[in-house]
């Protein structure tokens, strides 16, 4: 029989167990399945090329191609939190498996976070194939000494975006059969207001603040200003971004466990949590 | 947390669960389940689709809350104490499949132990032991998504015992797979409780036969209720239908061959002008005076030359009690919604 943890140690032990188990799945799925990886970096790279010579074409300062390639790398974040986090308890529960993770002993948000980690580094691979690809075919400039700092915000922007799409996860599993007209409702107009491929500014105040909930917004937005300061022609000062970053990574951290909570109690209540189709 | 060890494995007092439902009247799906279920028992619980069984294992499982009444799993109250309840038990629902198409059957089993924190050398232990019991052995390394449906429900049962759970839910196992592999199940079921004295399995099945095969106790429920709780051979005495012992002699035995045998209480004799014997059905006090039977054949030199036990079935039980066969007319309930 297996024993329950009784010290905080054993529980920490079990769901960080959990965690890189759940993670494993995503990052095996990555490597083994490499269709996916055609098609999750060939479609961004294609639109990212685009912008590239749109830029080129009209004589754009070069720091817009780099805007262009940083922006199409990011893209593939993005597409991975709506379709293999936002909706992924939803398929989850349209397979039968929800109920599985949930009659199990470890805490929902170590099964969560391991879909968002695995995610991450699954992703990561995309999103460097499209960077390096990139920066190779277009010789956009690229400062490597500004790489650490740049790092720092991404993995930041990374976790309040996961987060985001942890709260999703528990969202659209309440939405229930709608998740998929959702997710579509969410990935066009994401990649307008985040500003992937120009300078969110653009967009004016209003829409560029409320587009900043979404954490890839003024994440790139920083990113891009580490890299070619005022040419990057930032919307939010760089001493904010950072900030407002880790507001939003403990803010939708605690949201996704509130939520998770919710689902689960209301799924409990109404008997939500295990109808297929429903 | 862990605390009770003692009492029964599953005890429910008074649980009924509603569904509210926006189109038609809500739908009482459990109305007042009491139950008591002790450790180391294998209990079958029998009913057509819709009586309330998977909301009963929903409800003893913490998938889902009770609208009223009790449950106590292990001890702890699901609704209250889920977390306790979830470290002790595993639930396999038939016609589901577990895991990921991507991943191996081998990396499926590893996968859900780590959920439970088993151990890496005891889950490896465990996924391998699964495998060769359920067949899986040869197709340990294919891909979830290259495997038939009924092979894929035996990874599902396999990643249930992959924890090595104090109690076991078992919804519907053996529903959809061949006789072959509901066998290898059945036998698995039977050797784990008889290897774990102290596991407790809940069966739900539509097989009589599987109840009969594998449960001590069986209850039975219709629309939410328990009509009847007893050992399988209890229920079964239980009915007017009588066992019914048909022995086929090679010659009619003479007149009076049952004098002094007192436990007799009907003897129908045909004979069969063809081959010469007879065929007798005797209906017996108790099962133990066939011996008597047969002695007083073999004093009188008249060869047996078969002899059968006709036995009411669960099934005939399950047809008094509920009006109607497990695969007739399903309850019109709530319970594909649960």
Redesign the interface.
């Known amino acids: ?6 010290t905080f140690a ?1 529980v920490l ?2 769901n960080l ?2 965690v ?2 759940r993670a ?2 995503r990052i ?2 990555a490597f ?2 490499r269709s996916w990886l055609i098609g999750e970096t060939v479609f961004p790279f294609l639109s990212m090329s685009t912008f590239v010579l749109v830029y080129r074409g009209l004589h754009a300062p070069p720091a817009f191609e780099a805007f262009a390639v940083l922006g199409g790398a990011m893209i593939a974040y993005w597409n991975n939190v709506l379709w293999s986090m936002a909706s992924q308890f939803f398929w989850e529960k349209e ?3 929800l ?8 805490s929902r948000m170590s ?1 969560l976070l391991g879909m968002a980690l695995g995610g991450m580094l699954a992703t990561t691979t995309r999103a460097l194939v499209i960077l390096a690809a990139g920066l190779w075919l277009f010789h956009v400039p690229f400062p490597l000494d500004r790489v650490p700092g740049a790092l720092g915000l991404f993995l930041l922007t990374l976790g309040a975006l996961y987060g985001l799409g942890m709260i999703l996860s528990s969202v659209f599993l309440l939405w229930g059969r709608e998740a998929w007209n959702t997710v579509t409702l969410f990935q066009e107009p994401v990649y307008l207001a985040s500003g992937f491929y120009f300078p969110v500014r653009a967009l004016g105040t209003l829409v560029a603040s409320v587009a900043g909930l979404i954490p890839i917004t003024l994440g790139l937005d920083g990113i891009r200003q580490i890299f070619y300061g005022d040419a990057a022609r930032g919307f939010l000062p760089l001493a904010w971004i950072v900030p407002i970053q880790a507001a939003l990574l403990v803010v939708y951290l605690f949201l996704a466990h509130r939520a998770l909570l919710t689902m689960e109690n209301l799924g ?4 939500r ?3 297929r189709g ?1 | 947390m862990s605390a009770p060890t003692k009492g029964p494995a599953i005890e429910t007092a008074g649980l009924t669960r509603t569904f509210h439902t926006r189109r038609e009247r809500d739908v009482l799906a459990l109305r007042g389940v009491d139950l008591r279920v002790e450790r180391g028992e294998c209990f079958g619980l029998l009913g057509p689709n819709g009586a309330g069984k998977s909301t009963l294992i929903k409800i003893l499982t913490t998938l889902l809350l009770p609208t009223s009444g009790s449950a106590r799993v292990a001890g702890f109250d699901v609704a209250k104490e889920p977390l306790a309840v979830r470290h002790r038990i595993n639930l396999v629902s038939g016609g589901d499949s577990s895991g990921y198409g991507i991943l191996t059957v081998r990396e499926t089993l590893h996968l859900f132990a780590r959920f439970y924190g088993v151990p890496w050398p005891e889950a490896k232990r465990r996924a391998e032991e699964l495998m060769e019991i359920t067949g899986l052995g040869p197709k340990a390394d294919t891909r979830m998504s290259g495997l038939s449906t009924g092979m894929k429900q035996k990874v599902n049962f396999a990643r249930g015992f992959m924890s090595d759970p104090e109690i076991i839910f078992l919804d519907e196992p053996t529903l959809g797979l061949d006789v072959e592999a509901s066998r290898a199940i059945r036998s698995f079921i039977a050797r784990w409780v008889r290897e774990r004295p102290d596991r407790t399995v809940l069966l739900t099945t539509h097989y009589m036969v599987e109840a009969d095969e594998l449960c001590w106790r069986v209850a039975i429920i219709d629309h939410g209720k328990i009509l009847a709780l007893d050992t399988p051979r209890a229920l079964k005495r239980a009915l007017p239908e009588e066992t019914v012992f048909v022995v086929h002699l090679a010659a009619p035995p003479p007149a009076g061959w049952d004098a002094g045998i007192a436990g007799i209480e009907s003897a129908i004799q045909q004979t069969h002008p063809g081959t010469g014997g007879a065929e007798l059905r005797l209906t017996l006090r108790e099962d133990q005076v066939i011996g008597e039977v047969l002695g007083a054949f073999r004093h009188r030199e008249i060869p047996v030359l078969d002899l059968t036990k006709h036995e009411p079935s669960l099934e005939s039980v399950f047809v008094s009690l509920v009006g109607r066969g497990l695969d007739e007319a399903d309850a019109p309930d709530a319970e594909a919604s649960a």
Do not use: D
């Not at chain 1, 029989?1 to 009784?6: A, I, K, L, V």
């Not at chain 1, 109920?99 to 470890?106: A, F």
């Not at chain 1, 409990?268 to 008997?271: I, M, V």
């Open positions: 029989m297996s024993r329950e943890p009784r054993e032990r079990m167990g959990a890189t188990a494993s799945v095996v799925a083994r399945e397979q039968g498996q109920q599985l993770y949930l009659i199990t002993p470890v099964i409990k209540r109404e008997g949590l295990t109808i429903g």
